[in-house]
């Protein structure tokens, strides 16, 4: 990486004020990219971009709802504003419900596709066509193995809209593979984080280790990692995949 702040690449992050996330943005931030923590929670975006760099040279945060196609436009605006231009996105940002599937109701259904899916795919059109524009661009989406086999403790809306993350990763990747830009999708199974410790109780634990062939859970700074190597300029030739990252659940 070079050393001086103004030529490191820039890199925006959904949903990076905890969990997942925030590990992605660390990761990337310690491998040299200039770091947009972006959340619907702005307070909470604004503490992470803190603890990364408390002078704000290297970490910015914006209030970014993945609902609102405007919000990524408004994002992607204040960014080349402060920075000049934006080389990564990481579409990470998700609402997890583990509703069971008889009991939900449209509404729900809609909205959970809505945010997950719909967020994605808003992302993508906004940040692919001005990629497209600059001639290169990495797009990394945050699926899950629950897009890939159903889901087993979270709910079918959440299952259905992260299939459709992998779809739309590989539709995108089609539309932008001629313009330098690249889109990737990853797709984790129970990661150490606080979600899977909602949405697990302690006493369930060891049931979801037992069956979970490494007999661990994931780890989040090796998502981040993954995001850095999709990153890079010489993964050019990766596009349109999904990379799996499930202690051996799920495996093709
Ligand atoms: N944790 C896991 O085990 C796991 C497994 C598979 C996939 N994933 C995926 O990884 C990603 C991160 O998961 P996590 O466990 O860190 O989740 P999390 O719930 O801990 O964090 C999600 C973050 O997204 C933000 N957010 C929620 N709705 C938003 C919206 N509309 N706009 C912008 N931000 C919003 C939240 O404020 C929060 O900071 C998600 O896409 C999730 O589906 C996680």
Not at 30 to 54: C, F, H, K, M
Not at 182 to 204: D, F, H
Request: hydrophobic residues 45%; glycine residues 12%; aromatic residues 6%.
């Amino acid at each position: 990486m070079t050393t001086s702040i103004a030529t490191q690449p820039v890199a925006l992050v959904t949903g990076a004020a905890q969990g997942v996330g925030f590990h992605i943005a660390s990761r990337l931030h310690q491998a040299g990219y200039r770091v947009v923590v972006t959340d619907i929670n702005v307070d909470a975006a604004q503490t992470a971009a803190n603890q990364l760099d408390s002078s704000g040279a290297t970490a910015m945060a914006v209030g970014l709802n993945i609902a609102s196609k405007s919000d990524y436009q408004q994002a992607l605006d204040a960014v080349i504003d402060r920075w000049g231009s934006v080389q990564v996105l990481v579409n990470n940002a998700a609402v997890t419900r583990a509703t069971p599937v008889m009991e939900i109701s449209l509404e729900e259904f809609n909205e959970v596709v809505s945010i997950n899916l719909g967020g994605c795919f808003g992302g993508c059109q906004v940040m692919g066509a001005y990629m497209a524009e600059q001639g290169f661009g990495r797009i990394i989406n945050m699926a899950s193995l629950a897009g890939q086999n159903g889901g087993t403790s979270t709910g079918a809306h959440y299952a259905a809209s992260k299939g459709g993350i992998i779809t739309i990763t590989k539709v995108f990747a089609k539309e932008l593979a001629a313009s330098g830009v690249t889109v990737n999708a990853i797709a984790p199974g129970p990661i150490e984080s606080p979600m899977v410790k909602a949405l697990v109780p302690e006493e369930r634990l060891p049931g979801l280790l037992a069956n979970i062939p490494a007999g661990r859970l994931g780890d989040a700074d090796f998502i981040g990692d993954m995001v850095v190597q999709l990153a890079r300029p010489e993964a050019y030739f990766t596009t349109g995949t999904t990379w799996d990252v499930n202690g051996g659940l799920f495996m093709r």
